[in-house]
């Protein structure tokens, strides 16, 4: 059973800086990616960026390039999301998703396999 969970949430000024981290544990099979998505209050889940455990590839949506970046260590099974220059728009519970043995849509939360539970990021203005 794959458990993944994040921490490094918290309140932060608009235009400060966190980072995320995700733990994975309970792997037995050969995941291509690892992703972050947000959800606002009212709002769908969306898509933030995603990282390839083999070649650390990266993908982002548009509305957080050049502000957040995402890493993996391979070795520690984590990944992370380093947000810069936040914005009050950027508020949202944050997840961690494991895609599981396949996929069709990167940017579809449908094709995502494993969930944490969620970190709360608040940006005030």
């Known amino acids: 059973q794959v458990q993944l969970v994040e921490s490094g949430g918290g309140v932060v000024q608009a235009g400060g800086s966190l980072r995320l981290s995700c733990v994975a544990s309970?792997?037995?099979?050969?995941?291509?990616?690892m992703g972050w998505f947000r959800q606002a209050p009212g709002k769908e889940r969306e898509f933030v960026a995603a990282?390839?455990?083999?070649?650390?590839?990266?993908q982002y949506a548009d509305s957080v390039k050049c502000r957040f970046t995402i890493s993996r260590d391979g070795a520690k099974n984590t990944v992370y999301l380093q947000m810069n220059r936040l914005k009050p728009e950027d508020t949202a519970v944050y997840y961690c998703?494991?895609?599981?043995?396949?996929?069709?849509?990167?940017?579809?939360?449908?094709?995502?396999?494993?969930w944490g539970p969620g970190t709360q990021v608040t940006v005030s203005s």
């Open positions: 990282v390839c455990w083999e070649d650390a590839d990266k």
């Open positions: 998703a494991d895609v599981g043995p396949s996929y069709t849509d990167l940017e579809s939360p449908n094709d995502w396999a494993y």
């Open positions: 309970g792997r037995t099979f050969n995941s291509d990616l």
